[in-house]
């Protein structure tokens, strides 16, 4: 069965540093979507992307946040900057006519 | 708005004993998509069900089973005779409207224990 996989499973990294999570959806499906989930809180939508754009975006989905489908294979998730508040996991799905399919997750720890 | 209740927040049973885990859903939309994934304590999301709006059917799946009431806007799940296993965080979930590319609406999940 198709998989939508991300890496890496885990990362840790520094307050203030850049990180780029990384996403490979099903390949074809049409919409690719970010959710977060804070520890112990409910899965909250952050943006989905159709057609190379953003088609929707919640109000977490700030200026330090953006997303990109470099190559039609990855997606990807960049924090700008991170806060200590950033730490949750972060889960990529794909979408195909209402087939959904959500990656194993990656937990994001900033120190 | 859109808005997914699960009023119970964490939930005990235990081995064997049936237990219900409530959802409430709010939403304008004619056509609405309703689901339930599992998160066990390694932390994914296991899809257990999609059902739509035009479909009130109740649905068994083995130990598993859903009762949808439109009157009521509720979309039920019930373990029948729990396992330990079963212990995880589960979600309800809304997905509102007809367009193809809605994203989720979920619930605050409840968190259900299953004592040996």
């Known amino acids: 069965e198709p998989e939508v996989t991300q890496t890496p499973s885990h990362q840790v990294t520094q307050m203030g540093q850049e990180v780029i999570l990384r996403c490979v959806p099903i390949?074809?499906?049409?919409?690719f979507y970010w959710y977060r989930q804070i520890l112990g809180q409910k899965v909250e939508f952050l943006v989905s992307?159709?057609?190379?754009?953003?088609?929707?975006k919640s109000e977490i989905f700030d200026d330090q946040f953006s997303v990109e489908r470099p190559d039609g294979s990855n997606f990807t998730l960049k924090i700008r900057s991170t806060k200590l508040e950033d730490s949750a996991m972060y889960f990529c799905?794909?979408?195909?006519?209402?087939?959904?399919?959500f990656g194993s997750g990656t937990r994001l720890t900033v120190v | 708005a859109q808005k997914v209740t699960q009023a119970q927040t964490e939930i005990s049973v235990v081995e064997k004993e049936d237990v219900t885990l409530d959802c409430v859903y709010e939403?304008?939309?004619?056509?609405?998509?309703l689901f339930w994934y599992k998160q066990p304590p390694s932390g994914e999301l296991v899809f257990l069900i999609r059902?739509?709006?035009?479909?009130?059917q109740n649905e068994i799946s083995g130990r598993y089973s859903w009762n949808f009431q439109k009157s009521t806007s509720s979309f039920n799940f019930t373990i029948t005779a729990s396992q330990v296993v079963d212990s995880a965080v589960y979600f309800c979930?809304?997905?509102?409207?007809?367009?193809?590319?809605?994203?989720?609406?979920f619930g605050p999940g409840t968190r259900l224990s299953v004592l040996p």
């Open positions: 799905a794909s979408n195909l006519n209402r087939g959904y399919t």
């Open positions: 390949s074809n499906h049409l919409y």
């Open positions: 992307f159709y057609n190379n754009e953003i088609s929707e």
């Open positions: 939403t304008r939309d004619t056509t609405y998509y």
């Open positions: 059902r739509n709006s035009f479909d009130e």
């Open positions: 979930a809304l997905i509102p409207g007809d367009n193809y590319g809605q994203n989720f609406v």
